[in-house]
T-cell receptor, first 112, second 113 residues
Framework: GENVEQHPSTLSVQEGDSAVIKCTYSDSASNYFPWYKQELGKRPQLIIDIRSNVGEKKDQRIAVTLNKTAKHFSLHITETQPEDSAVYFCAASKTGRRALTFGSGTRLQVQP | NAGVTQTPKFQVLKTGQSMTLQCAQDMNHEYMSWYRQDPGMGLRLIHYSVGAGITDQGEVPNGYNVSRSTTEDFPLRLLSAAPSQTSVYFC????????????FGQGTRLTVV
């Protein structure tokens, strides 16, 4: 089955700096890669996703890049703000697979 | 439109007790699933359903049962609670089986003593 590894497990940055979280996946047939943000005590919520026919996707201060050859994808947050502090999960899936496989999560702390 | 609603929010059980975690969605989603979240382990799939009357096991199904009699509801039953089942449980639903956004409930924090 699919295996998703996520790094780092914790990340601390200064407000205004950029943050990068990386994930690798094992199944080369995976074609859907969402990122979820989970604030303390809250539910995970989708913040951005990318499909395998696209190499990069941006939404304001967040972007996701995908390298299918290397089987890794990354979340980039620019101009970080204290409200970006949360746990971020990557996930992978493919057409026909009946569930998302999640990474282990990255706790991002933005220091004001 | 309430989205995905889970009850209860918190629960303490004694070892050996049984209980049902409730999950309901009002978005007419066919796909529903249950995850457990443990520190450092991400979200692990327990059971899922691709429609009313159809359920299947996920990654960590032992000790849990599910049923899906309606599109809206997907309860998770703990048969005989064990301390290893102490976790935060999330129900999720999505329009499609894969490749679409999953909407999560607010979670149930379960402690088994």
């Amino acid at each position: 089955g699919e295996n998703v590894e996520q790094h780092p497990s914790t990340l601390s940055v200064q407000e205004g700096d950029s943050a990068v979280i990386k994930c690798t996946y094992s199944d080369s047939a995976s074609n859907y890669f969402p990122w979820y943000k989970q604030e303390l005590g809250k539910r995970p919520q989708l913040i951005i996703d990318i499909r395998s026919n696209v190499g990069e996707k941006k939404d304001q201060r967040i972007a996701v890049t995908l390298n299918k050859t290397a089987k890794h994808f990354s979340l980039h947050i620019t101009e970080t703000q204290p409200e970006d502090s949360a746990v971020y999960f990557c996930a992978a899936s493919k057409t026909g697979r009946r569930a998302l496989t999640f990474g282990s999560g990255t706790r991002l702390q933005v220091q004001p | 439109n309430a989205g995905v609603t889970q009850t209860p929010k918190f629960q303490v059980l004694k070892t050996g007790q049984s209980m049902t975690l409730q999950c309901a969605q009002d978005m007419n989603h066919e796909y529903m699933s249950w995850y457990r979240q443990d520190p450092g382990m991400g979200l692990r799939l327990i059971h899922y359903s691709v429609g009313a009357g159809i359920t299947d096991q996920g990654e960590v199904p032992n000790g849990y049962n599910v049923s899906r009699s309606t599109t809206e509801d997907f309860p998770l039953r703990l048969l005989s609670a064990a301390p290893s089942q102490t976790s935060v449980y999330f129900c999720a639903s999505s329009y499609g089986v894969t490749n679409t956004e999953a909407f999560f409930g607010q979670g149930t924090r379960l402690t088994v003593v």
